[in-house]
């Protein structure tokens, strides 16, 4: 009789202890996918006040070409008013009239504020690529995908922009 609660509690013991390390696997689980939301969301804000910057140099540039800059005006417009998921095209729409401007007939100090916005626009825009890769290959594994673990958090989307040739 002493054989068989000594195997019954050794079996209740590696079920407890099995049970155990899957609650804390979760749990550290849903902690690090919430911390790469809160990463995607804090990128996101660096992103989005890097092209803030950028409309405004480009506004600035469009103000100094006249009434050849109206497009560039109403492009960077359209870009801060765009939603999220529009302004990869709103952005693109930007570079696209900023590559028109000739720099040569620009001030040395806007053609400096512009490559300055640009390359604050590519490093913030990687940064937030980067934490949308990672949060998606958590999101994607099996297991955080069969308990839920994302909860209600949308999927974070990669912002694809065309980077302009500084120079």
């Not at 290959?137 to 994302?150: E, F, M, Q, S, T």
């Amino acid at each position: 009789m002493m054989t068989i609660s000594a195997v019954t509690i050794l079996i209740v013991a590696i079920v407890v202890a099995i049970v155990s390390v899957g609650i804390g696997w979760i749990y550290k689980t849903a902690n690090r996918l919430d911390r790469l939301h809160v990463r995607v969301d804090l990128a996101w804000q660096a992103l989005d006040a890097a092209l803030a910057r950028r409309a405004v140099v480009a506004r600035t540039i469009g103000a100094g070409l006249g009434a050849d800059g109206r497009e560039l005006i109403a492009c960077a417009d359209r870009a801060e008013r765009a939603d999220r998921a529009d302004r990869d095209l709103a952005e693109n729409e930007v570079s696209a009239q900023l590559a028109k401007v000739d720099s040569s007939t620009l001030r040395a100090q806007l053609v400096a504020e512009l490559a300055d916005a640009d390359t604050r626009v590519m490093i913030s825009r990687r940064f937030y690529n980067d934490a949308v890769r990672d949060t998606l290959a958590l999101r994607g594994r099996g297991p955080v995908r069969l308990l839920r673990l994302g909860g209600t958090a949308p999927e974070p989307r990669y912002l694809e922009i065309v980077e302009r040739v500084l120079g």
